[in-house]
């Protein structure tokens, strides 16, 4: 088994931190009522496999992250 493997499943048998949870799925509510699009970039594998398990192990998305660093750097659109 691989060494990402085994910590995603040391992830899963963790308990689950509710709080964080409803946060990202009231974020995820949000993105779905919204008219969404693909972003699509390139990154090296063993990179993309170690975020995926850091957004897990804190309770959330890579593509939560990834939205709130966007916004954070290059701003909101304003309504």
């Not at 899963?12 to 709080?19: M, S, W």
């Given at each position: 088994m691989s060494k990402y493997k085994n910590i995603i499943n040391e992830i899963?048998?963790?308990?689950?931190?509710?709080?964080l949870h409803k946060d990202v799925d009231t974020e995820l509510r949000k993105a779905v009522n919204t008219d969404t699009v693909s972003l699509t970039i390139k990154v090296p594998r063993n990179l993309r496999q170690h975020w995926v398990v850091?957004?897990?192990s804190r309770g959330t998305t890579l593509s939560a992250v990834i939205v709130e660093l966007l916004k954070k750097e290059l701003g909101d659109v304003q309504k």
């Open positions: 899963k048998e963790e308990p689950v931190n509710t709080e850091e957004a897990r």
